[in-house]
């Protein structure tokens, strides 16, 4: 008489591992922003100089060490790349009201309205693969939003 054949036995799942999640998260939000990065094309600025601009609106008037710092690229580079954005017309330069020796710069309204329209661009393609999810992974990308947040403020 033949042998009943064997019924695999489940096993338990592995235990979630921190450092591929870590691993995965980084990797996905890279790529994530690179895709969105492409439509920063249409506000006609480099990604450098976006991101320096970004700084300024985020943060307000910096001296060009602390832009360079934030953007970690050195003191002539951010000059030059001040020097860019302020022909355009996005960028001022003043003398600090507290130290006339030291030069602030700062977004103008039209660097703040270019940066707010690329963020809008960015924000709308997202919104547009977002829609075409399945209602429930929708509502489970909704839930990991929240663990997200915590996790970008740095409590669990």
Do not use: F, W, Y
């Not at 300024?56 to 910096?62: A, I, K, S, W």
């Not at 990308?141 to 669990?156: C, K, M």
Request: aromatic residues 0%.
């Amino acid at each position: 008489m033949p042998t009943p054949p064997r019924r695999a036995r489940a096993s338990a799942p592995d235990p979630p591992d921190p450092a591929r999640s870590a691993e995965r998260l980084h990797a996905a939000a890279i790529h994530l922003l690179r895709r969105l990065r492409r439509v920063d094309d249409a506000s006609g600025l480099s990604a450098p100089r976006l991101s320096a601009l970004s700084v300024l609106v985020v943060r307000g008037p910096c001296t060009l060490g602390e832009l360079a710092a934030a953007e970690q690229v050195r003191a002539p580079t951010m000059t030059r790349l001040v020097t860019a954005l302020e022909r355009d017309g996005l960028v001022t330069r003043a003398a600090d009201p507290k130290d006339g020796r030291v030069t602030r710069v700062a977004a103008t309204a039209r660097g703040r309205r270019v940066l707010a329209a690329g963020r809008t661009r960015r924000v709308q393609l997202l919104a547009r693969s977002i829609e075409a999810l399945p209602a429930a992974d929708h509502a489970a990308l909704t839930q990991i939003l929240d663990v997200l947040e915590r996790l970008a403020n740095g409590s669990p």
